[in-house]
């Protein structure tokens, strides 16, 4: 089992609040990855981080900020949810750039 | 750019027969790492395999083997012995050396039938 784990599984909410994604491990990495995969199963990276301090935005334009105090902490927020963030989001982390990367179990966000 | 381009959205089989799925990449690099990655249904993507760009000796891991061609930027996965754990969706994903990014290509949804 990999140690890195995010919450909530499953959230349903309402257009126009305010949410945060946790994402957690235990693993010392410095690489810290969210995905967004929709129904079609693709993944498309919208952040990443690199270390402590260290955020940048991935391929797929996201209205999502994320930030990086902890090494072992990546939330993910969103400040006003709509209903085109309705998906599946996935974080992984890994050593370096070699290395295996190992992934949560995703949150899978509705908004209605 | 880096990409990965899987072009089969889906693949079904019998169990206990071989499939190879395919995959092909876009670099200019030279020093990179190459990954398949399995999500079962409503499960944690894993690890399946893993292949070290100036390695030529193809990877394998039990009933998992690739076959890589660097020259023709091509990472194929075949699947041995299929069995209903397989059902999955597999993604092929590329690194390149010193980069932050991990890419992945589009998936292909695998079925095993019994």
């Known amino acids: 089992e990999a140690d890195i784990y995010q919450t909530p599984r499953y959230l349903v909410i309402g257009t126009g609040k305010k949410i945060t994604l946790e994402c957690s491990q235990t693993?010392?990495?410095?690489?810290m990855y969210w995905y967004q995969q929709d129904p079609g199963m693709e993944l498309h990276l919208i952040h990443y981080?690199?270390?402590?301090?260290?955020?940048e935005k991935g391929d797929l334009s996201s209205e999502s900020t994320v930030s990086r105090i902890r090494t072992e902490h990546f939330p993910l927020t969103l400040e006003s949810a709509r209903p085109s963030h309705t998906s599946q989001y996935l974080c992984?982390?890994?050593?370096?750039?070699?290395?295996?990367?190992?992934f949560g179990q995703g949150t899978r966000l509705t908004v209605v | 750019a880096q990409t990965v381009t899987q072009s089969q959205p889906e693949m079904s089989v019998q169990e206990a027969e071989t499939v190879t799925l395919s995959c092909t990449y876009d670099?200019?690099?030279?020093?990179?790492?190459l990954f398949w990655y399995k999500q079962p249904p409503s499960r944690q993507m894993i690890l399946v395999i893993r292949?070290?760009?100036?390695?030529?000796q193809n990877a394998t891991e039990n009933r998992f083997s690739v076959n890589f061609q660097k020259a023709a930027k091509s990472f194929s996965l075949k699947i041995s012995d299929s069995q209903l754990g397989d059902t999955a969706m597999y993604f092929c994903?590329?690194?390149?050396?010193?980069?932050?990014?991990?890419?992945f290509g589009q998936g292909t949804r695998l079925t095993i039938n019994p």
């Open positions: 992984a982390s890994r050593r370096t750039w070699g290395t295996e990367a190992f």
């Open positions: 693993m010392g990495h410095d690489k």
């Open positions: 981080s690199y270390g402590v301090n260290s955020t």
């Open positions: 670099t200019s690099e030279n020093n990179y790492y």
């Open positions: 292949q070290e760009a100036y390695k030529q």
């Open positions: 994903a590329f690194t390149i050396r010193g980069a932050q990014k991990l890419v």
